[in-house]
């Protein structure tokens, strides 16, 4: 096919074309011209023009520059990451600053923890309409009876803000820590408190998202409901992590001082030689030996979820140093020490294993314990804070 001039007369000013120079014309059929238009500023622009030339007046279709999306200058890690309005209980300062250090995609709210004359709550949830559509999370702690109520108002008022998502961090789920259901009348508080828990009113973006570091007993994650979605964490990781740092790091047995401990951590630390512990009754008494397992020479490190008074601790450091383990250390995700208990553990400063432990870690899940054994050795607090981070980006 020919080429065919275009028309003489150029598009009107009515009909919006650019006025920059025509270029590269050529014939798609002889009904339609086309043109390209580039433009001579920066950064360099193509225009098309297509010209129906058999219909009068001629018709003119212009078609844009494709525009190149420019690379954000935003970080891509923090473009991909939920933006997080976190609440927290007043205990939980500390630990809620320390969650917002580790991601700028946090941000930490504050409410105003009242009471009135008569001493029931008097709350406040600062610039409410501000956390519209927006991902809200509110870090809890249920250390005492007397601290619930209040807290549980503020968990089930956040998700009628009109929220996208709300999250409950609960690092430790306190009830049933000591529990026995084995006679009639029995009262399994833990599933009261998880009842409590399913029933958290539903956000804009579905059910509650529920996160717990190690609970107490395995069978209590079947105690939530439909409406509440269980998140089970451990601090496993950050014992390792901690492990990996001391100098005898190639010389560490891992305890367990029951079958129950063992069960529940023995994967996540399957790579150390292991010892199980077990409780024996002679008379009046109930006795720890070693059921399994050699610490003659080693760095025995005993591994449970919680600590309250203590006792079954001291009675399985006893029987690990008569057996010549050369150095014990503990370590527990929950560290209650109710009644001042933690101050039973000495550190050990002579190479006498049986009177002092040479570290026993803990988390900071119980900000109470935290203040306490703060710079006390043998005491070293392992932070939840960039797991729970993590876990708010689910």
């Not at 205990?91 to 029931?120: C, P, V, Y």
Request: net charge neutral; glycine share 6%; hydrophobic share 40%.
């Amino acid at each position: 096919m020919s080429a065919i001039s275009p028309p003489q007369s150029l598009p009107s000013s009515s009909s919006k074309v650019p006025s920059k120079a025509l270029n590269h014309i050529f014939i798609q059929s002889r009904t339609r011209v086309h043109w390209e238009l580039k433009n001579s500023s920066p950064p360099p622009q193509k225009w098309t023009i297509d010209c129906v030339s058999s219909t009068d007046p001629i018709h003119i279709i212009l078609k844009p520059p494709i525009s190149t999306p420019m690379a954000s200058p935003v970080d891509s890690s923090l473009k991909s990451s939920k933006r997080i309005c976190l609440f927290y209980c007043s205990e939980m300062k500390d630990l809620a600053e320390r969650i917002a250090s580790e991601s700028d995609a946090i941000e930490l709210r504050s409410i105003s923890w009242r009471t009135f004359e008569d001493g029931f709550p008097n709350l406040f949830i600062s610039n409410a309409q501000g956390v519209r559509g927006q991902h809200v999370a509110f870090l809890a702690s249920f250390s005492s009876p007397g601290v619930i109520f209040e807290q549980l108002s503020i968990i089930y008022a956040l998700p009628k803000l009109f929220v996208s998502s709300f999250t409950l961090v609960l690092p430790f789920f306190p009830t049933g820590t000591s529990e026995r259901m084995e006679d009639e009348g029995d009262v399994a508080t833990a599933f009261t408190l998880a009842r409590i828990l399913s029933n958290i009113p539903i956000s804009r973006g579905g059910p509650t998202s529920l996160v717990i570091f190690d609970i107490h007993a395995l069978q209590e994650r079947f105690y939530f409901g439909d409406n509440v979605l269980p998140c089970f964490e451990s601090g496993i990781p950050l014992l390792l992590n901690r492990l990996q740092q001391l100098p005898d790091s190639d010389n560490i047995t891992i305890a367990f001082p029951d079958d129950g401990a063992w069960k529940r951590f023995h994967k996540q630390l399957q790579h150390f030689p292991m010892i199980v512990c077990a409780k024996v009754r002679e008379g009046d008494q109930r006795i720890v030996r070693i059921k399994e397992g050699d610490p003659k020479g080693r760095h025995v490190v005993i591994v449970d979820d919680l600590v309250q008074s203590g006792g079954t601790l001291i009675e399985c450091q006893k029987v690990l140093a008569k057996h010549g383990a050369a150095k014990i250390s503990a370590y527990v995700t929950h560290g209650i020490f109710p009644n001042m208990s933690w101050e039973r553990f000495k550190q050990d400063k002579g190479g006498n294993p049986e009177s002092g432990m040479t570290y026993f870690w803990i988390t900071d899940s119980c900000p109470a314990t935290v203040k306490q054994v703060k710079h006390k050795a043998p005491f070293e607090v392992l932070s939840l804070a960039a797991a729970i981070a993590s876990a708010l980006q689910i």
